[in-house]
C-alpha cells in the first residue's frame, strides 16, 4: 500500500476488525502502537507503561503508516 494516509489505514484497520484502542496516531496511547512526527522522520513505537518503545523510524508519513498497519496486522495474526 502506497500513499497512504490516517484516513485510509483507519478505513483499512477497521475492515480488518483492529480495535481502536490498538492504535494512535500523533498521541500516546497505553499498550497501542503509535506513530509520531520526530524532526524530518516519523517515529513508530509501542508505548508500554507509560514509556515508548521504539519499534522503527519513517521517511515519509505514507511509510510511517504502512509500517504501523504491518505492526497491527502481525500482532492480530491477520493479512
Not at 1 to 11: D, F, H, P, R, Y
Not at 31 to 59: H, M, N, P, T
Request: net charge negative; hydrophobic share 40%; charged share 35%.
Amino acid at each position: 500500500m502506497m500513499n497512504l494516509s490516517i484516513e485510509k489505514v483507519t478505513k483499512y484497520l477497521t475492515e480488518k476488525k483492529i480495535p481502536e484502542d490498538a492504535y494512535a496516531f500523533y498521541s500516546d496511547r497505553e499498550d497501542a502502537f503509535c506513530i509520531d512526527k520526530v524532526g524530518e522522520e516519523w517515529l513508530i513505537y509501542y508505548v508500554e507503561r507509560g514509556k515508548r518503545i521504539e519499534l522503527a523510524w519513517g521517511k515519509t508519513e505514507s511509510q510511517a503508516l504502512d509500517v504501523l498497519r504491518l505492526y497491527l496486522l502481525h500482532e492480530f495474526k491477520m493479512n
